[in-house]
């Protein structure tokens, strides 16, 4: 099992940053792989960024450049640094864990996550 707890979410302005936390706590961290997803009202989950459990990255076109993923293994905690913020970022932000083993092939599906924590909310106003 692996219990996951997200925070720093907030209301921010076009063109800020924000910087989101993802804690893990039960089973061992350093061998999961890791990633965030959003969604938005009225719209499915999407992928926004992933980071394998030896640290390759992967991010989605909307996000490429401006968001950043990183893990701290010692800490049990995956980062998202949200730079240069837009409206259409406004989501509900989710933290998910997969231990599936064909997870590098499709890690930008939820399906392949077997752990998602809460939500934490960022909302971008104009």
């Known amino acids: 099992q692996v219990q996951l707890v997200e925070s720093g979410g907030g209301l921010v302005q076009a063109g800020d940053s924000l910087r989101l936390s993802c804690a893990a706590s039960?089973?061992?961290?350093?061998?999961?792989?890791m990633a965030w997803f959003r969604q938005a009202p009225g719209k499915e989950r999407e992928f926004v960024a992933a980071?394998?459990?030896?640290?390759?990255?992967y991010y989605a076109d909307s996000v490429k450049g401006r968001f950043t993923i990183s893990r701290y293994n010692a800490e049990k905690t995956v980062y998202l640094q949200l730079n240069s913020l837009k409206p259409e970022d406004t989501a509900v932000y989710y933290c998910?864990?997969?231990?599936?083993?064909?997870?590098?092939?499709?890690?930008?599906?939820?399906?392949?996550?077997?752990?998602w924590g809460q939500g934490t909310q960022v909302t971008v106003s104009s």
């Open positions: 998910a864990a997969s231990l599936n083993v064909y997870w590098s092939t499709s890690y930008y599906s939820p399906a392949k996550y077997n752990y």
């Open positions: 039960g089973r061992t961290f350093s061998n999961i792989n």
């Open positions: 980071v394998s459990w030896n640290g390759n990255t």
